[in-house]
Structures are given as structure tokens and as C-alpha cells.
């Protein structure tokens, strides 16, 4: 699709990058070389190294092929991020990765963990544990996985701009586990301002929100739970204690 579209063209760029840095290294060592043979060159090629600030130019112009080669590097990795969360020819259940699923979302997540020119950035905390490739409807699992860490950084990004506190660091936990022989267990808490046991008991409930109107359609996370115990035949919880963060867990079967 889209995604494979954006990433033909990147690779053509990145892999030409390589050897137009070696082009670029061989003229500029050609130049020095014509520099040390004819120290004392014409009126002309004087005045010209001048207009072109030649000095300059050698440093800047190998620090602009490395920029271009970390940005096309950049691209392709978010564009295979896409590909991973997507995956929308996938309609059937197939054995995945599932840490790669939350690698997928947390890359095309990133700018929002950076938050404004003044805050925190959100530390993302891995504690991932050996687990067995796992057979699910892959996009609608990462689905479940977008809007869960989306609402985690929502919820700190309010604790941050509510209590104003400089020295609050935003954190969100993400853990995986196997449990037994058929399930794992999928963890992601944030220490945000965490929610009421009434707010708790609604939160997997259509259209119900806490955020200002226009914010947030109240779905995500009733869709969440419909993709993980009815897609999946697995469990989603809420534990939450306010002032204390919140803390959603999944349980699905390996098979």
C-alpha cells in the first residue's frame, strides 16, 4: 500500500547516499591534493574559493550526506513500523511477534513522548520476557496496543499540565510475560493521576469518557476490550489507585 509506495523510493535514496559519500570523499581528497601541488593558484580560482566559501563547504557538505543517510534511515524504519502496526492484508489469525507489535506503536508514537519545548519527556520502560510467538488478528492487537499507550501519555500529559510539576517524571511500564504454557500476560501502567474505582467500573463501557468534549470519543477502549475477549477469547483488566497511575493488563492465548 501507502507504506510500500514511501519505501521504494527511500531505498533508491539511501542506497545511492553510500556511494555519492564516496564520490563526494574522492573529489574533496582531489582538491586537497590539487591545493598541496599548487599552492599559489590563479586569480580566479582564488577569487572563486572565496565566493564559495571552500573551507566551509568540505566540512559542511560530508555533515550533510550523514545527515541525509540518518534521516532516510529514519524514514524507513518508520515506514516499517507502519507496515508491522498495519499489516491490514492480514485478515486472519497468524502467529507474531507481539513485542514487535508494541515496538511498531511505540515508533509511531515517539513525537508524543518528547511532549512541548518545556516538559519531560515520557520515559518508555521495557520489561519484556521470553515469549513465544503468539497467534492473533495482528492489526486489531496492535490497535489495542495504540490505544492504550495513547490514553497512558493523555493521562500524563493532564497530571503534568494539572499539578505543574517540574520535577514529575513521566513514566510508562510495559511488560510482557508467559503464563504457564498457553497465555501471556501484557502489562502497560503509567503514574499519571490514575482514576476512581467509579471510573474504573465504566471505563470499558461505549462512548464513556473523562476527557473534555471534542477530546475523545469514548471508544477506544471499549473496542480494545471487544478485540481482546471476544476476538481473542482472552481477559483485559483496569487497576487504578487515584494520585497513583493506572495499570491495564491483557491476557490472551498463545494459540
Keep these: ?27 574533496l581528497r582531489l582538491i586537497e591534493i590539487y591545493q598541496q601541488e599548487y599552492p ?62 508494541i515496538d511498531s506503536t511505540l515508533m509511531i508514537l515517539q513525537t508524543r513522548f518528547r511532549g512541548s519545548t518545556n516538559s519531560t519527556e515520557i520515559e518508555v520502560i521495557k520489561n519484556y520476557g521470553q515469549l513465544p510467538k503468539v497467534n492473533c488478528y495482528v492489526s ?12 497512558a501519555i493523555d493521562a500524563l500529559e493532564y497530571r503534568r499540565h494539572l499539578l505543574n510539576q517540574a520535577d514529575y517524571p513521566p513514566i510508562i511500564t510495559i511488560s510482557t510475560q508467559k503464563i504457564q504454557d498457553h497465555q501471556v500476560k501484557i502489562s502497560i501502567a503509567d503514574n499519571g493521576l490514575g482514576m476512581s474505582s467509579e471510573v474504573r467500573q465504566r471505563i470499558f463501557d461505549p462512548f464513556f469518557t473523562t476527557k473534555p468534549v471534542g477530546s475523545g470519543t469514548g471508544l ?13 477469547q482472552g481477559k ?10 493506572a495499570e491495564f493488563t491483557i491476557l490472551i492465548p498463545i494459540n
Design 1 to 27: 500500500g501507502v507504506a510500500h509506495e514511501i519505501n521504494n523510493p527511500v531505498s533508491f535514496i539511501y542506497g545511492n547516499l553510500t556511494p555519492a559519500s564516496e564520490y563526494v570523499r574522492d573529489l
Design 40 to 101: 599559489q593558484p590563479k586569480p580566479l580560482i582564488i577569487e572563486t574559493i572565496s565566493e564559495i566559501d571552500l573551507d566551509f563547504l568540505v566540512v559542511d557538505l560530508q555533515k550533510l550526506l550523514v545527515s541525509m543517510k540518518v534521516g532516510a534511515e529514519r524514514i524507513r524504519n518508520i515506514v516499517l513500523s507502519l507496515r508491522n502496526f498495519s499489516r491490514l492484508d492480514e485478515s486472519e489469525m497468524k502467529p507474531v511477534d507481539i513485542h514487535e507489535g
Design 140 to 151: 486489531q492487537l496492535n490497535q489495542v496496543f495504540m490505544n492504550i499507550i495513547s490514553n
Design 220 to 232: 477506544g477502549l471499549s473496542i480494545s476490550y471487544s478485540i481482546i475477549v471476544e476476538r481473542h
Design 236 to 245: 483485559m483488566s483496569c487497576s487504578s489507585t487515584p494520585g497513583e497511575g
